[in-house]
C-alpha cells in the first residue's frame, strides 16, 4: 500500500544531475532480449550461408585426426603436439562464428542505452553476499 502511494507522489521527471547520476552509476534501461536476438540472427545467418564450406573442413580436419603415420604412433611424444595443432585449426574454422556473434552482441548492447562502462556497476557487492 506505502509503495503504491510513493510512486503515485512522483509525478514529475527527474532532473538531469539525477539522470546523469545513474547513467555515471551504470544504472541504465537495458534490454536483454534485442541483443540475445541479434546474436541468435547473426549466428542463424552465418550458419545458413557458410555452413557447407565450415561442414566440409570440419569433416576433412576430422578425417585428418586419424591418420597417422609411422613415426607418430611408435613416438607417443608427437601426439600432443599433433593433438594441438588439430585444436589450433578447428578453432580457426569455427573463430568466424565466434566473431560474428561477439560483433553483434556488442553492436545490439549499444542500441539498447548506449556504450557505457562504469567500474561502479562492475564493482562487487559485498553486502549481498551472505557468509551461510
Known amino acids: ?41 547473426a549466428g542463424t545467418a552465418y550458419i545458413f550461408y557458410s555452413a557447407g564450406d565450415t561442414a566440409s ?3 576433412a580436419l576430422f578425417a585428418a585426426g586419424f591418420i597417422f603415420d609411422q613415426g607418430s604412433v611408435h613416438d607417443v611424444t608427437k601426439l600432443p603436439a599433433i593433438f594441438a595443432e588439430h ?17 553483434a552482441a556488442i553492436a545490439a548492447s549499444g542500441l539498447t542505452g548506449g556504450y557505457l562502462f562504469s567500474l561502479k556497476s562492475a564493482a562487487p557487492k559485498f553486502s549481498k553476499l551472505s557468509p551461510f
Request: charged share 30%.
Open 87 to 103: 585444436i589450433m585449426q578447428s578453432f580457426i574454422i569455427i573463430f568466424p562464428l565466434l566473431a560474428v556473434t561477439a560483433i
Open 57 to 59: 573442413r570440419l569433416k
Open 1 to 41: 500500500m506505502a509503495d503504491e502511494s510513493a510512486s503515485e507522489d512522483r509525478n514529475e521527471e527527474p532532473t538531469a544531475r539525477r539522470l546523469q547520476k545513474a547513467r555515471d552509476d551504470g544504472e541504465v534501461a537495458r534490454s536483454s532480449e534485442v541483443p540475445a536476438a541479434s546474436v541468435l540472427i
